[in-house]
């Protein structure tokens, strides 16, 4: 099985008025996603946001946890935040891939959406996570991805369909569904 | 299909030291599991608390997005937070279920460990959730409900298996992915 990162993109990401901005960082996002994370072997959480203040922020948090009381108070808790990562960008988030594995990733994100590119979770498990090439799950913030940055990306997994019209999943939900989709057990055999 | 109901049981919990205690409410409890709840046509997410100082705040909470501010400024979020009920105990949830359905619900509940009514995702999905009789999912807070509560649960799921040892999953997280194994669309097939 491949290596699988995965990345939370705060700029360029659309505000509720379709603006594109940079969005703050949430505390739950670190915290529920990196320990979704380690139950799913991701190999790094890459939290990426271009600004200094944020960046601060984001580690204080992370220091807390990997390096002060934090720590010792709750190791598991310390586990699930060891695999975090801040980066300036996307860009910077791929090179540490590619720096870590000595290859380029596959893209991958998700969204309410259909593309010519969009892949079903059945395709994306049996095809992309048996092969070498290591992958990027990219999920945005605030009201989804530019649609310029979008378009670059190799796949985007079909959107996530319950029951009935409400389509609004936090993206710590999502992270959590795909992740069990594209690398849990077989439950459903 | 059967109507199905959550709810998230704040009383009798652990906490880490193996104590049963009444655990806090946590804002993103509410928000996260109540759009989970709508994405997946959850008839009711039942807090469960029996503290009043805690119910002053879960109220607050409710009122603004349910007739307050929030409901102009984010009618999705209103919509999501229109189905969560706040109630004292277990016992009231269950009456609840029972004077709008007019019948008893199945509960069940999901635990790290395995019992003898341990069932499995495939089985829950394929012969529960196909029949009449109402659903309960009940979700513990902080370190998992007391065992003689859970011992009285018709069924308890079993445990998310992810990829190697780290198994903990926030109880938003857990939520997420058990309602779309129970109830997503067969995306495997």
Redesign the interface.
Known sequence: MTSVYLGLVHYPVYNRNMEVVTSSVTN?DI??IA??C????IKNYFIIHPSTNQQEIINEILNYWNVGYGKECNP??N??LSIVKLVNDITECVSNIQKETGQLPIIMTTDARTYSNTI???LA?EELLVQEQPILLLFGTGWGMQDSVMQAFDYIL?P?????E?????V??????I???L???????
Chains 1, 2 share one sequence.
């Open positions: 739950f915290h529920d320990r979704t380690n139950t799913y072997a598991d808790r586990q699930a079903s979770y059945k498990r079909e996530i369909y319950g029951v009935g409400y389509n609004h999943l936090c710590r939900s999502a992270v959590a569904i992740l069990d989709r690398l849990g057990s077989p439950w459903w055999k």
